[in-house]
């Protein structure tokens, strides 16, 4: 079982920037590949970004390309998500997922997830 737990959402204005990090309650973080999603009101979950077991591959979706960047630290089974250049269309619930496949990019390719952080940008 895998527990995640999201934080580092906020309000922040266009051009700004935040840190989302995902803390996983379980001993073999770096068994898992893991993912960023956002769902906003009305809309389907969309994928954000990705990162391999060891960290040593990424993904990115293509609205965020250029302006996120997924990371990971195995030794303290957290992941994060620095954004950057927000804009108002990234405002949506942040989750966090886990996946024991190698490449995943859709949600139902992830077995695990966390509550969601909202992020809201304003213009």
């Known amino acids: 079982q895998v527990q995640l737990v999201e934080s580092g959402g906020g309000l922040v204005q266009a051009g700004g920037s935040l840190r989302l990090s995902c803390a996983a309650s379980?001993?073999?973080?770096?068994?898992?590949?893991m993912g960023w999603f956002r769902q906003a009101p009305g809309k389907e979950r969309e994928f954000v970004a990705a990162?391999?077991?060891?960290?040593?591959?990424?993904r990115y979706g293509d609205s965020v390309k250029g302006r996120f960047t997924i990371s990971r630290d195995n030794a303290k089974s957290t992941l994060y998500l620095q954004m950057n250049s927000l804009k108002p269309e990234d405002t949506a619930v942040y989750y966090c997922?886990?996946?024991?496949?190698?490449?995943?990019?859709?949600?139902?390719?992830?077995?695990?997830w966390g509550q969601g952080t909202q992020v809201t940008v304003s213009s």
């Open positions: 997922a886990a996946s024991t496949l190698i490449w995943p990019t859709a949600p139902n390719q992830y077995a695990y």
């Open positions: 379980v001993r073999t973080f770096s068994s898992y590949a």
């Open positions: 990162i391999t077991r060891s960290g040593g591959s990424t």
